[in-house]
């Protein structure tokens, strides 16, 4: 999804590990860093500039919109994604579960609270010798985004698994459906008895289970599923 409105995936033949692999070996330092050594990660994160850019600079495209206005309209229940940039939210959908955290927010690994980043001063405290971080509880807050051997958060996990389990219909939208436990998601809906239907640009691991494929960019199919429905509507 988040590649049309600009940000770079991973993986891909111009993603941000493929081009550079160091950034991919640091990211599995980060989690037993911060685990270790709270004020150690903080002093890290805070020093390096996210390979990613400033994510405040990149905007919903159409795909975005799109679900939110099928949400708006009933049809759509929720969002479960693995992108951490916010961009369901600012589009306008109001059910999302960020399987992978978001950027903007900090977590506590104990209770589970979740807060605004913009409400810290980060930089500030690293001047001031303050790090890291801390939850109402007192433990040590980390980035909302989960790394590499970190246990998806319960309770994103959980009710992640309610809407699937629900659910009769699943569109799956510009995942190369191979990162799991994520990845499995589809394939529950699907043992479930859900329709399948998915929106890439090539074929997955998930294209000879779906009911129907849609293969071209999530920002043009979207809109077009959109009006369809909208017709069907009356």
């Known amino acids: 999804m988040s590649t049309e409105s600009g940000i770079p995936d991973f993986r891909g ?6 081009k550079h692999p160091e950034e991919e070996a640091r990211a599995y330092l980060l989690y037993p860093r911060f685990l270790s050594d709270p004020r150690g990660y903080w002093e890290e994160v805070l020093s390096r500039p996210s390979p990613l850019g400033d994510l405040r600079a990149f905007s919903p495209n159409p795909g975005h919109l799109a679900l939110a206005e099928l949400e708006g309209m009933g049809i759509l229940k929720g969002v479960i994604t693995q992108n951490i940039d916010d961009l369901h939210r600012r589009a306008g959908s109001a059910r999302v579960l960020e399987y992978h955290g978001n950027a903007f927010k900090l977590r506590c690994l104990r ?6 980043r913009e409400g810290f001063d980060l930089e500030g405290m690293r001047k001031r010798g303050e790090l890291p971080p801390r939850c109402r509880c007192g433990e040590p807050l980390k980035s909302d985004v989960v790394y590499f051997g970190e246990p998806i958060p319960e309770d994103v996990m959980r009710e992640s698994l309610e809407e699937v389990r629900k659910c009769d219909l699943a569109l799956v939208c510009g995942t190369s459906a191979v990162v799991y436990p994520f990845a499995h998601l589809p394939r529950l809906a699907k043992e479930k008895g859900a329709l ?3 929106v890439n640009l090539e074929p997955t691991p998930l294209t000879d289970l779906s009911d129907l494929s849609l293969f071209g960019r999530v920002g043009e199919i979207l809109p077009l599923l959109v009006k369809r429905v909208r017709e069907l509507k009356g």
């Open 196 to 198: 399948l239907v998915e």
């Open 13 to 18: 033949p111009s993603g941000i590990w493929t």
């Open 111 to 116: 209770c589970g609270a979740r807060y605004p």
